[in-house]
């Protein structure tokens, strides 16, 4: 591309790492400076542009003084590989062996994991350094790679149907015979599990929900209703009891279900139930996150170890994170007023 | 036998003699260094960011008449020790460099 100094100098300023408006004002009003002293000294206009070289190999420059992403570039490997480190660590720790995911016995959970630490960064590096492309590429890419990885790993919690009676195992067991496997599921919770995924109705699942709820109550399980009638059973596993399915440790799992007789007076029934249940689990397990979506008007319950709490946690702030980052990075606005303090 | 040159070195040396900006910086480093250091423009600028984030430099803006401001740099007390220490270790590099290629009979 032919630049010309006003474009070359806003094309420069595009590509300027991570500097404050004023700072991005001043380095380019120096180069504004510089280029018009050697023009006026009879050097062609082109001629000067050619010897500064391309607006982003001069940014580029600038990097080493000022970008965040300089740190990165300079330990890209060892970043990487840090991230990697951590990714395979939480979730091994969490979900189990990665072997687990090939062969089909556990949701991917790992992957979408792995999109947040490792994908997302460097989708970013790869666009930004290898393309040299304007920063908005970048940017939309690594915010649906973040979102991607986001919705995946929260939505599928929120797939029941308000038809017939829907066991949703979505987040660890497939199916519900793997959900039926987990070693500290006992009897109680066995027969729930299958009348849920079986159930006709609610009356037979409430009926059945009456003859366990001891059990349950017992066992720390745990029943939530929302306002549409559906509801989610989540089964909260401690620590010193971690649930295994096909021999790889889970450290939580979630049974989403909806009712196709919305009986008010079993409903009212089952949430009495529920609160007696909520305020007795509430005072033995507090660690209870709700999370709405907002596209969907599902409450959607996880009831997690620490382990997975600590994934949670981590996905979260690297959304979050990710999205501020990449807010930063947005290109400076056009014809705004320039800052002229002295920056001693 | 090449030498690398350290640009923020160079830079603090010119500005010893007085205050530059960026333009007059580069040519200063080119025409007293008789052509032997010809740094591209786009190193010079972040130098002397670098140099003025570290506190060896401090600018201010000057206006001019019916042209584009110019910052113009100067050397800061930290900076002049700065230039001191890279004096002191290239006084004894050189003399230790002097010394392997001088003549024989001079050691």
């Not at chain 1, 080493?64 to 330990?75: A, L, P």
């Not at chain 1, 399980?221 to 096909?246: H, Q, W």
Request: glycine content about 6%.
């Amino acid at each position: 591309m032919k630049h010309t100094l006003s474009s070359y100098l806003e094309d420069l300023e595009a590509r300027l790492p991570l500097l404050t408006e004023p700072q991005r004002v001043e380095i380019i009003a120096e180069y504004r400076a510089h280029i018009t002293a050697e023009i006026t000294a009879g050097t062609p206009e082109h001629e000067v542009l050619r010897k500064f070289g391309k607006p982003a190999k001069v940014a580029h420059q600038f990097y080493t003084t000022y970008g965040v992403y300089e740190w990165f570039r300079k330990w890209q490997f060892a970043t990487l590989a840090f991230m990697a480190i951590l990714a395979v660590g939480m979730n091994w720790y969490a979900f189990g062996n990665p072997a687990k995911v090939l062969n089909g016995s556990i949701p991917p959970v790992w992957l979408w994991n792995l999109s947040y630490f490792v994908i997302g960064p460097m989708g970013y590096w790869w666009f930004t350094y290898r393309c040299r492309s304007q920063r908005v590429i970048p940017m939309l890419i690594t915010f649906f790679v973040l979102l991607l990885g986001f919705a995946m790993t929260n939505l599928p919690m929120a797939n029941a149907s308000n038809g017939a009676a829907n066991v949703n195992f979505a987040l660890l067991p497939k199916t519900t015979e793997e959900a039926m496997s987990l070693s500290a599921v006992s009897t109680p919770l066995e027969q729930l599990a299958k009348a849920a995924a079986n159930a006709a109705d609610s009356t037979q699942f409430a009926k059945l929900l009456s003859s366990t709820q001891q059990a349950v109550v017992d066992q720390q399980r745990y029943l939530r209703f929302d306002r549409t009638g559906s509801g989610t059973f989540l089964i909260p596993m401690t620590e010193s009891v971690p649930a295994k399915i096909n021999g790889a440790t889970v450290n939580f799992m979630a049974v989403r279900f909806a009712f196709t007789d919305n009986s008010k007076t079993a409903l009212a029934a089952w949430k009495r139930r529920a609160r007696d249940i909520d305020s007795l689990v509430s005072q033995t397990r507090p660690s209870v996150i709700e999370f709405t979506t907002g596209l969907r008007s599902y409450t959607i319950w996880y009831l997690l170890s620490r382990s997975a709490s600590w994934v949670l946690a981590g996905q979260y702030f690297g959304f979050v994170a990710g999205v501020g980052l990449l807010a930063s990075q947005l290109p400076p606005r056009r014809n705004r007023r320039r800052s002229r303090t002295s920056s001693a | 036998m090449t030498f690398k040159g350290d640009l923020k070195a160079l830079i603090l040396a010119v500005l010893a003699d007085g205050d530059l900006h960026g333009y007059e910086i580069l040519k200063q480093i080119r025409q007293r260094s008789g052509q032997v250091f010809k740094f591209g423009e786009s190193k010079l600028y972040p130098a002397l960011h670098g140099l003025e984030l570290d506190g060896f430099i401090a600018a201010e803006w000057i206006e001019q008449e019916g042209k584009p401001d110019r910052k113009v740099y100067h050397l800061t007390p930290t900076g002049q020790g700065k230039l001191e220490e890279h004096r002191a270790t290239w006084a004894e590099f050189s003399a230790g460099v002097a010394r392997l290629f001088g003549p024989t009979e001079a050691r």
